[in-house]
Structure formats: structure tokens, C-alpha cells
């Protein structure tokens, strides 16, 4: 929704300034500029990018159009079940936890969370090293080290099409000109009309560097852009699992731990000490009550 009102800012007042100061939209409708620019652009798009980098771009497309789903709620939802995970490992044995593991979508510490579920890189990061901690093969050091590549690849992959995109923006003034110098070229080349006529072809070639430069900077960066904002949040997610589980490693109580992961978060969705203590004690009461269902 704010990148459709951005560019609708955008539109409105470039175009309007342009008809306030008393231009003519139509000396800006000029369809071979358009032809010009944006042929080039994707064919350079597809000319500097493989298959790979070209299918995630276009995949990454629409989540830009949609708002993000990294709130404090689903913050609160992930460490509510690293809380319950880590608890249920310390309460019971850490074997406790294989078939919640091998099994998430049957799971009741998991089903109680659909929004994470959905998440499939978010689940495959903490079934795979829970998996691994209850191999009990690696060390804190060595689990550090293998989270810190996996976050790291994970940054390479997003970051394939936002720097595409970065590059198809910078790409776009400079076909603009190259569409302006052809509009000049088109325009001497018929020097021997009336001035009148040689001025409207010359405006009509400016025209090209002013779509160049307007669908750089009010359209395809600030996607970009958009696009790193949007890694950032979902790497920040791996990261408070990832100092969760090495605090848990390391011998701290789950709620200690859980403390840990919160401090990583960004300031604008991070939960209050309260706030996460509150909502750890009803996690506790959510297992306090299917422990006493199971029993029953």
C-alpha cells in the first residue's frame, strides 16, 4: 500500500508542477521515449543476470506491494516458542522434543503458531539446528559458526534482486540520454524545417532523459531499496533465534535466553521486558494446561 501512495506522490507532483507552471502533458506523452528506455532496460536486465537472478527477482516482485509481516506479534509469537521449546528440552529431556521437531505440522508447541509455520525458511532454520542440538555432536562455538554462514548466504540470496533492480535504476538515466540523443539526432536531421517544428522535435527529445531519470529515482530504486528494508527484518528473525539457541547452549534458563534473543530485535518491533515476561507466563500456562489434558 505505501509504495502505490509513493508513487502516486510521485505522479502527482511531478506531472502537476509540470501543468501548474503551464506545460502541456501531451509534449510529455511520447511512446518511442518509453519504447526506447524500457526495451533497453530489460533487455540489460536480462543481459546482466542469470536464470536464477532473473526468476528471484520477478519473485520477490510482489512482496513489495504487500506490508511487511515482521511486527512485534509475530517477534512475540517466535520467542513465546523458542520459550516453550526450550523448556519443554530442559523439563524433559531434550529426546522430548524429536518428534515436535521431525513433525512440526502435528506438533502442539508449533500448530500454536501458524503465522511462523508459514514461514518455511524461518521453520527450516530452527528444525534444522534444534535437529542438530539434539544430536548433541556440536559444540556452542561450532553451531555459532555454522548459523553465522547460513545467515550469511541467506543475506547473498536477498540481496540478488535488490541489487538487480539497483542496477536496472542506475541503467535508466543513461538510456534516457541515450533515447535524447537520438530524439537530437532525428531533430538535425531535419534542420531545414520551420523553427517552430525543429523546437518541438528537440523538446520531445529532452523528453527521453526526463523519463530516464524519473523512472530511476521515483519508481525503480526506491523498490530496491524496499527490497533490503524487507531482508533486513526476516535476517533479523534468524538472528534472535540464533542468539536464543547458543544462550540455551551455553547453560541459561529458557526465559534468560529468550532474553537474550529479544535484545537483538530492532528498537521499533522489540517487546518490553514486561511485555515478553507476560507473554512467556501465558506460554507457560498454555503447556501447564495440555499437560494436564494429556494426563486427564
Known sequence: MLVILGYAIVIATVFGGFVISGGSLGALYQPTELLIIGGAGVGAFFVGNNGKAARATMKALPRLFRGSSYNKALYMDLM??????????????QMSLERDIEEPASSAIFS???????????????????RLILSGNLNPHEME????????????????????LNQLGDAFPAFGIVAAVMGVV????????????????????????????????????????????KSCESIKMMQCIKITLLSSMHGYAPQISVE???????????????ELEEHVRNAKRSDGNSAEAGQA
Open 112 to 130: 500454536d503458531y501458524p503465522r511462523l509455520m508459514a514461514d518455511k525458511m524461518l521453520m527450516d532454520f530452527i528444525v534444522d539446528y534444534m
Open 145 to 164: 559458526a555454522l548459523m553465522d554462514e547460513e545467515i550469511e548466504t541467506c543475506e547473498q540470496e536477498n540481496e540478488v534482486p535488490a541489487g538487480s
Open 186 to 229: 532525428n531533430a538535425l536531421a531535419a534542420a531545414d524545417r520551420p523553427a517552430a517544428e525543429l523546437g518541438e522535435l528537440i523538446a520531445h527529445a529532452m523528453v527521453g532523459t526526463f523519463l530516464g531519470i524519473l523512472l530511476a529515482y521515483g519508481f525503480i530504486l526506491p523498490l530496491a531499496s524496499l527490497l533490503r528494508q
Open 260 to 274: 537474550f534473543g529479544r535484545k537483538t530485535l530492532y528498537s521499533t518491533e522489540r517487546p518490553s521486558f514486561i
Open 80 to 93: 513465546a516458542l523458542m520459550f516453550r521449546l526450550l523448556s519443554k528440552g530442559r523439563q524433559q529431556g
